[in-house]
């Protein structure tokens, strides 16, 4: 089933496996006529044929639309783990972000506690924090939608 | 919203599932059969896994690499005090065995499914399991430290050729080395400790005598964790791969009724000195030459192989876990030693035994099992499972009980002949080569037998032809 040039899908899911374990923040693998994208913050660029090749498919729907978009698109932050979502650093202090803010992809929206360690939340995008579909001191799962970005695309 | 978790007391208790696969079904099956409430902790490749649709609840505690899911204490800890579980089980592998889970649990009032913290200390690493099995009487390998590499070669006559050295901080198999004679000892002892030093961070070694013609039994124990041993029997394990179990059957077979009291009495005797808690298997070489018995080592959690012991006495060693460590009375008979039926487990995994047992992950398209008496299967798998990449390879396990040994080996060859799992390929076609072989079917194979044997067979049917 597996020639010179087409990687299995287990190929794949080994790349995919390994690029995710390591520290990459995006990375694009191409062998043959197949290409492979990954980002954590979700701005996906949309797909690039590598080949004299139909034109470029549109990017997969899903919560991270293509960048090429005109309008305004929106990005979920995932919660980076299982925990409790904290919006403030500590009780009674002001949140780390207003709703309605500007945030930059290093801007840190909340935190996660585990077990009493804290792990901050980045946006990961350019854009406005325009909600949090969870409350302040809420129990969340690995992965579980936190906030949403509103990004301002290239007009 | 604030649920009300284990302050309630006419609620059912929550048993947190922290595993996958065949034994997170196993064990949300027990927590049903008590009345209790699974509730499965799952990577982001597991939830939508079978096991996670039989559970009342999922939490899904982090990404499919498992370094960042289901081996983290504290995201285990965490998701425990989320589904307010009255009990965590970690079924085996993972964090089965690592004090760390148990003391956080500990820490929050939340039961552990296994032993105390301490003796999974005590047992944890083979210098201490050593020491803890010498001064309760069960007999070891004879052995010796080695205080100066450089004259190691000095010490192996005490011991007898061939031996290993090993790793004092060694496991999981790595770190031993089998050595033919004293040049070869004074040779590779350097070697060794200096490989010791890089992989444990400490090069000490001790060489032990090496049986090259031993079988593995096991002994099946339960602890109340007060001092009360309970015996369920032996199982023999001895077709492994490269360490790695491949079939499992109970009673162990042709043990002389002599060998089995030493096997049961000793494990008795580990069991008590530890005060052990719950389920664990005490392992055993028996060497077939001398029929002399040396301690390998404790698990200190349900094994994978634990349902042929349960299918010949009839009980539920899951189940006893949970019931005791919610503070119940374990249900647990006394059992004879030998138990009035055989029981043997074929483990099916997803590799390739034609092509070196490389893993052959992918999608399930159709499963279909045996059914008749005798006949368990345990397994995740369902039609349309796509088998992950990201976790072992076990896929199932078919154990099948019989009256006698020979019917056993008969109806397991049987049963294994009706499987159909299509879509990957599995190791089904070892099964059959090994039920069908004399050597087996005679019984009594050591460790070594199954490695030689399979590789040889495609030689042994060119023979044939010719």
């Known amino acids: ?59 997969p729907a899903s919560t991270s639309p293509a960048a090429t978009s005109p309008e305004p698109s929106e990005t979920i932050i995932p919660s980076p783990m299982i925990g409790v979502f904290y919006r403030c650093p500590s009780p009674g202090a002001p949140p780390f972000v207003e709703l309605g803010a500007r945030v930059e992809p290093d801007t840190t929206v909340g935190i996660v506690e585990v077990m009493k360690l804290m792990n901050p939340v980045t946006a990961g995008v350019d854009g406005t924090l325009t909600s949090f579909l969870v409350k302040d001191n809420e129990q969340v799962e690995y992965g579980q939608a936190l906030a949403v970005v509103s990004e301002v695309g290239t007009p | 919203m604030i649920e009300v978790g284990n302050g309630n007391s006419d609620a059912a208790p929550v048993v947190l599932v922290a595993n996958r696969g065949e034994i997170a079904v196993r064990i949300i099956a027990a927590a049903r059969r008590i009345g209790a409430s699974p509730v499965l902790a799952a990577s982001a490749a597991d939830s939508d896994s079978p096991a996670a649709r039989l559970a009342d609840r999922v939490i899904v505690i982090g990404p499919a690499q498992a370094g960042q899911s289901y081996l983290r ?9 989320q589904a307010g579980a009255a009990v965590v089980h970690p079924g085996y592998g993972f964090l089965s065995e690592q004090p760390e889970l148990a003391e956080l649990l500990e820490r929050e009032n939340i039961a552990f499914a296994g032993p105390r913290p301490e003796t999974l200390r005590a047992v944890g690493d083979k210098s201490s399991a050593r020491k803890v099995a010498v001064a309760a009487g069960v007999p070891v390998a004879p052995a010796v430290e080695i205080d100066d590499v450089e004259a190691a070669a000095g010490l192996g006559e005490s011991i007898g050729y061939p031996l290993l050295i090993k790793a004092v901080f060694g496991g999981g198999g790595r770190g031993i080395r089998l050595v033919k004679d004293a040049g070869e000892l004074a040779r590779l002892a350097p070697q060794a400790a200096a490989e010791a030093q890089a992989a444990f961070g400490n090069g000490a070694l001790y060489l032990e005598r090496f049986y090259p013609a031993a079988r593995h039994v096991e002994v099946q124990v339960f602890g109340d964790g007060e001092g009360r ?30 060998t089995r009291a030493v096997l049961h009495d000793a494990s008795r005797a580990l069991v008590q000195a530890l005060a052990y808690r719950g389920a664990g298997t005490v392992e055993f070489l028996v060497d077939t030459e001398s029929e002399a018995v040396v301690f390998l080592e404790v698990n200190a959690r349900i094994q994978v192989e634990h349902p042929v012991t349960e299918e010949a006495y009839g009980i539920d060693l899951v189940a006893a876990q949970l019931r005791l460590a919610l503070g119940w009375d374990p249900e647990l008979p006394d059992v004879p030693p030998v138990p009035p039926a055989t029981v043997i487990e074929l483990r099916i995994n997803a590799e390739d035994p034609e092509n070196d047992f490389r893993p052959s992950p992918g999608t399930i ?20 499972y796509r088998f992950p990449p990201f976790y072992d390879s076990l896929m199932a396990k078919l154990i099948v009980r019989a009256h006698s040994r020979d019917a056993a080996v008969a109806a397991a060859r049987s049963a294994a002949e009706t499987v159909v799992i ?30 030689p044997t399979w590789e040889n067979r495609s030689e042994q049917r060119m023979e044939s032809v010719r």
């Open chain 2, 365 to 384: 398209s159709q499963v279909r099992w045996p059914t008749g008496p005798g006949i368990r299967v345990d397994t995740q798998l369902e039609s349309g």
């Open chain 2, 422 to 451: 299509d879509g990957v390929t599995t190791t089904l076609p070892l099964h059959e080569f090994v039920l069908s072989h004399p050597d087996f079917i005679r019984g009594g194979v050591t460790t070594s037998w199954f490695g």
């Open chain 1, 1 to 59: 089933m597996t020639d010179n040039t087409t990687p299995s899908w287990q190929h794949l899911l080994d790349l995919v496996t390994q690029l995710d374990s390591g520290s990459y923040d995006s990375a694009f693998v191409a062998y043959g006529n197949i290409s492979v994208q990954l980002s954590r913050s979700g701005a996906l660029a949309a797909p690039v044929a590598t080949a004299p090749a139909p034109a470029p498919a549109p990017a």
């Open chain 2, 73 to 81: 204490p504290e995201l285990i800890a965490t998701a425990a005090l």
């Open chain 2, 229 to 258: 041993a309970q015996i369920f029997g032996d199982r023999d394990c001895s077709v492994q791969r490269r360490h790695q179990k491949l079939i499992e059957e109970c009673p162990a077979p042709g043990l002389s009724a002599a």
